[in-house]
Structures are given as C-alpha cells and as structure tokens.
C-alpha cells in the first residue's frame, strides 16, 4: 500500500500561480497529478515518470508544469495562469490510478 499526502493548495485570482507537493511513501514508477471538479468526474490532468517523462491533459499544456524529486518520492506541479476552470480538488496517485491510494487531495480555488 503507497500512502499520497497533498499539499500546496489554496485560493488565488485568476492569472495567478500556486505549486503544489505530493509526498509518496514509497518508490513510485509514474507518478500522477488528478483533479476533481465539483459536480464532474476525477481526471488525469499530469504524470511522470521516474526517468522524467511527461504527459497532460490538453487544457494545461503550456500553463502546469510536472516535476519530482526521486530521492525524496516527491511530485510537484507548478500551475500559472491559474483559470477559474482549474477549480478542483487536486489528487496523487499513481498512473493508472489504484482506488485505495487515493489520499485526502489538497483544494484549489481559483476566483476573483
């Protein structure tokens, strides 16, 4: 069993930048970023590899950036220009996700 703790979520305005943390408890091959918006299903939004390969969902390209830490089994994601739309609840897990790893998530907030 591989324990996510989320971190780094908050309330910003639109146009702005959070980075969020997600510290695994163990070694994880491809890592993943997911989000859950009210109302809608949770989605795949970014993952990494250990070798640092990565992959996103269309409507962060160019805005979210991924990156880990291998030595401290750690993911970041980096997120500027922040839109309204990227309010969710933002989740780690690995790719393709295992239900009983999924952790608390940390929320984000994006509004004026």
């Known amino acids: 069993q591989v324990q996510f703790v989320e971190s780094g979520g908050g309330l910003v305005q639109p146009g702005e930048s959070l980075r969020l943390s997600c510290a695994a408890s163990g070694r994880i091959f491809r890592m993943g970023w997911y989000r859950q918006a009210p109302g809608k299903q949770r989605e795949l939004v970014a993952s990494i590899t250990s070798g640092g390969d990565t992959d996103y969902v269309d409507s962060v390209k160019g805005r979210f950036t991924i990156s880990r830490d291998n030595a401290k089994n750690t993911a970041y994601l980096q997120m500027n220009s922040l839109k309204p739309e990227d309010t969710a609840v933002y989740y780690c897990?690995?790719?393709?996700?295992?239900?009983?790893?999924w952790g608390q998530g940390t929320q984000v907030t994006v509004s004026s």
């Open positions: 897990n690995i790719r393709p996700p295992i239900p009983a790893y």
